[in-house]
């Protein structure tokens, strides 16, 4: 497992695509910085009220682009060069190939809210924001936003293994992203659409303005465990069994 | 323990209901250079990822080493180097990241890198990105890439395919100097037969699915029986001629044909010529070339 992570590591390393972790932590960050002024004589809530702005573009529209994204890259690599035959005819586990293809978009994310989070501490620091940080929203946010990623990325990862076009599940995961803007709107829909489940997670409890935050965190957590559950294990079985 | 190397039996591959590959039995003993040879589309390919553990047979078993793919897979794969169909390369990574991504998997040491670089003559080109490289760079980084784990089996599937003719003899010296240098048991696909012809010592042809032979090279010589091919001025009355002295012959072409001649008789037929004055102006021997053989193992659709 350690010797196919460093494999996929070099592989990554050397193309571009990791860069992109960059592109929606600056971008938050920006809009954070321009929404700045409007926030006046919040205390600490000030702190929220900016992550909830950074917020809005990074987790509903961002986080779940990306997870598709680096997946399709991630496999892109093989479907273009034969890697896959090469990959699986040498003495690695087909189950451990997969496995540390997921960790390696997992870990891009998690480097992804990093960023973000420090785009926050940057503005903060700036605007000089109280000093008493709420690192428990703050950390639940960004940490409860990483895992509701993994469903996704469980789902792209299936979806860009089966189709060696890299188009396709990139339009796939397109098709349900963009309905992330009304459907988090929906008080009955949104517990139980995983493209929504980052942007709930992400979401700081205090600006009430969405209806769906009253669900509660346990069906939450119901809901994207058990779809991870349901889409890693498909994309296991799947690929396990694959035909190269 | 049984002494051959790769043993199946009675291997199918299904897709569909249609049969790509069908009840093979393919053996290969240790330090052979084993030709395995059929048209394109035969069901070489499907075999070899079979062999490979990347499909799975649909009836059949499969034993390298001596030991059962299904169970053991992991632990065959460790000495088996290989090479299927189009090369395999990661288009944005130089030749040597190439190797050191699978250097990694292998766990040899990283000289071996330049080793394996230095018998493909690849050295000089081993930074830049392979996406760069001709067709034939990247087949010789696919034999590289194979190399690389120091292997005691090497399947590889149609390794001279886009190379320039000198790149091809290399190759091919490159694959017989194997068994006698390292003791590698070796698995060559082609479909041209002149190929397998200068480098295997057991060969076994499959066509549509089907092994159809599979024996030592020298053994599928002998089968090319030898017809006597005589020439002389007036072929047709010299036909009858015969034929009125009780030998017959064929006439085609021009030219009279004794099948199966034994040296008695085409010593008899030349006096009986001689003495009714026919001008005889060639007696010579046609044997069947290996091509002819292959096509006619293979029938007529099995395209060279």
Known sequence: MGRLFRSEFL??????????IFVSPILSLLLGLSELSEIEELGQHQWTATLGIMTISHAILFLPLLTGIFSSFICRYEHVGGGWKQLLSLPVSRRNVYLVKILIVSLLIAVTQILFITGLFFIGWMKGYPADIPWGTISTSVIGGWIACLPLIALQMFVSVAWSSFAAPLAVNVIFTI????????????????????????????????????????????????SLILFLGSGLVYFMRKEI | MSDFIIETSRLTKKFGSRKVVDHVDLKVKKGEIYGFLGPNGAGKTTTIRMLLGLARPTKGSIQIFGKDIRKEKLAILKKVGSLVEYPSYYGHLSAYENLEAVRILLDVPKSRIDEVLSIVRLTNDAKRPVKGFSLGMKQRLGIATALLGN???????????????????????????MPKEHGITIVVSSHLLSEIDQMATQVGIISKGRMIFQDSISTLRAQSTSKIKLTVNDVESAWKTLLTHGYTTDLSQNNLFIENGSDEKVAEIVKSLVQNDYSIYRVEEERKSLEEIFLELTGKEGGL
Not at chain 1, 187 to 216: C, H, K, R, T
Not at chain 2, 152 to 171: A, Q
């Open chain 1, 11 to 20: 592989k990554l390393r050397k193309s571009s695509i990791w860069l992109l």
């Open chain 2, 151 to 177: 292997p005691e089996l090497l399947i590889l599937d149609e390794p001279t395919n886009g190379l320039d003719p000198s790149g091809i003899i290399e190759i091919r010296e490159l694959i017989k100097s």
């Open chain 1, 179 to 226: 309905p992330n803007m009304m459907i988090v709107n929906s008080e009955s829909f949104v517990p139980y659409y995983p493209w929504a489940q980052p942007f709930l997670m992400m979401m700081p409890n205090s600006s009430d303005s969405f209806g769906a935050l009253n669900v509660s965190s346990e069906t939450l957590f119901i809901v994207i465990f058990g």
